[in-house]
T-cell receptor
Framework: NAGVTQTPKFQVLKTGQSMTLQCAQDMNHEYMSWYRQDPGMGLRLIHY???????DQGEVPNGYNVSRSTTEDFPLRLLSAAPSQTSVYFC??????????????FGPGTRLTVT | DQQVKQNSPSLSVQEGRISILNCDYTNSMFDYFLWYKKYPAEGPTFLISISSIKDKNEDGRFTVFLNKSAKHLSLHIVPSQPGDSAVYFCAASAKYGGSQGNLIFGKGTKLSVKP
């Protein structure tokens, strides 16, 4: 199993550009999520999904969109990049029991710089 | 307002000694707690977890203690090894309240184990 994969590993954007960060998992996990990690801030939840066709906002959703058309994929879209979105982005997935997901497996991250 | 707090940004320990990493939380609805380990340029990896119905969970050199009345948990690593040098994140999850499965992370503690 490849686990959780993320592409690209690095990306530089200009302010106002849009892009999609890709995330895929091959563990048949129902729960998937996106986090951003900033220096001294820990990991903060952006969006999450408890299954195909179901998404919801996390702690810091503004400026990001998600969709979940398949169990495997959970892309994160930046609509109009801003310097404040410079961060390291992690995708994670987990089994879900009765609507509750616990131990999450993380991808290697995407380092995004917005100039 | 931080719901999960790791008040020590860094900790330095001699190889072979015990490392104790601390974590406090404020939300009494949290019922599951996890520790993640993160090396530079990699995604966090799950280390150990504990349910609120327990006060201790052990896995090899790693033990997590939970004190519900104090809303405090700690991770003990015995004996510490240089390969344990990493950033350790404490995370918590609440089964109810519309955020099923979502993890709330602390800001992390950087552990350095010196040979």
């Amino acid at each position: 199993n490849a686990g959780v994969t993320q592409t690209p590993k690095f990306q530089v954007l200009k302010t106002g550009q849009s892009m999609t960060l890709q995330c895929a998992q091959d563990m048949n996990h129902e729960y998937m999520s996106w986090y951003r990690q900033d220096p001294g801030m820990g990991l903060r939840l952006i969006h999450y999904s408890v299954g195909a066709g179901i998404t919801d906002q996390g702690e810091v959703p503004n400026g990001y969109n998600v969709s979940r058309s398949t169990t495997e994929d959970f892309p994160l879209r930046l609509l109009s990049a801003a310097p404040s979105q410079t961060s390291v982005y992690f995708c994670a997935s987990s089994y879900s029991k009765a609507g509750t997901a616990y131990e999450q497996y993380f991808g290697p991250g995407t380092r995004l710089t917005v100039t | 307002d931080q719901q999960v707090k790791q008040n020590s940004p860094s900790l330095s320990v001699q190889e072979g000694r015990i490392s104790i990493l601390n974590c406090d939380y404020t939300n009494s609805m949290f019922d599951y707690f996890l520790w993640y380990k993160k090396y530079p340029a990699e995604g966090p990896t799950f280390l150990i977890s504990i349910s609120s119905i327990k006060d201790k969970n052990e896995d090899g050199r790693f033990t997590v203690f939970l004190n519900k009345s104090a809303k405090h948990l700690s991770l003990h690593i015995v004996p510490s090894q240089p390969g344990d040098s990493a950033v350790y994140f404490c995370a918590a999850s609440a089964k109810y309240g519309g955020s099923q499965g979502n993890l709330i992370f602390g800001k992390g503690t950087k552990l350095s184990v010196k040979p």
